[in-house]
Structures are given as C-alpha cells and as structure tokens.
Antibody
Framework: EVQLVESGGGLVKPGGSLRLSCAASGFTFSTYNMNWVRQAPGKGLEWVSS????????YYADSVKGRLTISRDNAKNSLYLQMSSLRADDTAIYYC?????????????????WGQGTLVTVSS | QSVLTQPPSASGTPGQRVTISCSGSSSNIGSNTVNWYQQLPGTAPKLISSNNERPSGVPDRFSGSKSGTSASLAISGLQSEDEADYYC???????????FGGGTKLTVL
C-alpha cells in the first residue's frame, strides 16, 4: 500500500524556519516526481512546489520562491520542504503528494495519493 | 483570485446528475492535463479524474471531460457520500507550475 506520512509541522514565529518531512513507502520512491500542496484554514488548495525523480527539475509557486526549498533523499525514501522567512500567510496544512512516474512530463502531472498533512502555524 | 474558475457551489438531490465546470486558458487547460480532486470533510484530497480517465477504484459515476479551455466533472447517480469540495487543477505553461480552481462545494439535498 502506498503511504505518505508528513511530519515537522508546528508553531513558528514570523521570520522563523521549519523543515517538513514526508516519509514514503509502498512504491519505488526514486522513480516518481513528488510535490507539496498547501491549504490555508478554510481556504482552497494551493500548489507549492514539485521536484523530479532525481532532483533534476524543481518548480515553485511565485508566493514561496526564494523562501521555501524542496528536496528529496531517494536513499531514505523521503521528501523535504525547508521553510524560511515564514509569514503569517504561510499558515496552512502542508500535504505531500506523489506525482506521476519519472517518464511523464510535469504538464501531465497529477497528485495521487496525498499524505494526511501537517499543520504549520506562523504566529507571534 | 484563482487562475482556474469554478462555481463556488453546486447542489443536487440523490440520483440526480450534476456537472461542475472549470474554466481556464490556452496556457493551462487548453494544452495540459486537467485533474479533478475530491476532498471530503476533514480529509486529504483524492484524485478522481485525469482528463477523461478515472484512477482505479473511483466509481464510474464520476466522469471528467475537456473541450478547448474548459473542463467539467460530471457526477451521475448522486449519493449523499458525494458531498464534498471538488477542485480542478492543471499545469500552467506561463506560470511554470500547477494552478488550481477555487473549489466547488457540492451539497446533496
């Protein structure tokens, strides 16, 4: 069974940093593109970042560019999101989601499945 | 303001067919795969349609389609458990990233 388990969320002050992790199991992690998607309380879904299977390509939403960094460790079957210079509007549930297999273009990408999410709260 | 435009709400009675629209442009829906996600209350989203294909396990009551720069999700034989938020999404060539619709809250009356 494919499983994605996020961790690392919590309460952080504006301007602070946090590192989210996503532990993957049940599939060959190194052959899939991976993604982060967030959802602010009571709001819709917002794509955050995507990374290709061997980290050759990374993409970011304009709202997080320069502050959030996606990375992965295929030896550890793990995806990460390093968050810095955090702002109140970064408060959200952050979901890790598997993309399509590495031979698909990101233009054909999807998010399936999703983890249960981890809550990040930015507040003084 | 979302790049993809969805109606904020939709409703239907059990057994009815409802359709949710998603309007975009040539840089997203017009040239890339359109995906639909269902988010039941208090849970993570789930992929239910990619262009006109359904992932394994998704009932055939759910049907996605695309024409030009618009897409739609049709749900036939509406059931109470279909009450959820539905989101469309696609890669956008201008933004070089994924764009979502604002979401449609489906109520089963």
């Amino acid at each position: 069974e494919v499983q994605l388990v996020e961790s690392g969320g919590g309460l952080v002050k504006p301007g602070g940093s946090l590192r989210l992790s996503c532990a993957a199991s049940g599939f060959t992690f190194s052959t899939y593109n991976m993604n982060w998607v967030r959802q602010a309380p009571g709001k819709g879904l917002e794509w955050v970042s995507s990374i290709s299977s061997i980290s050759s390509y990374v993409y970011y939403a304009d709202s997080v560019k320069g502050r959030l960094t996606i990375s992965r460790d295929n030896a550890k079957n793990s995806l990460y999101l390093q968050m810095s210079s955090l702002r109140a509007d970064d408060t959200a549930i952050y979901y890790c989601a598997r993309g399509r297999a590495h031979y698909y273009s990101f233009r054909e990408n999807w998010f399936d499945p999703w983890g249960q999410g981890t809550l990040v709260t930015v507040s003084s | 303001q979302s790049v993809l435009t969805q109606p904020p709400s939709a409703s239907g009675t059990p057994g009815q067919r409802v359709t949710i629209s998603c309007s975009g442009s040539s840089s997203n829906i017009g040239s890339n795969t359109v995906n639909w996600y269902q988010q039941l209350p208090g849970t993570a989203p789930k992929l239910i349609s990619s262009n006109n294909e359904r992932p394994s396990g998704v009932p055939d009551r759910f049907s996605g389609s695309k024409s030009g720069t618009s897409a739609s999700l049709a749900i036939s034989g509406l059931q109470s458990e279909d009450e959820a938020d539905y989101y469309c999404a696609a890669w956008d060539d201008r933004q070089n990233g994924v764009v979502f619709g604002g979401g449609t809250k489906l109520t089963v009356l």
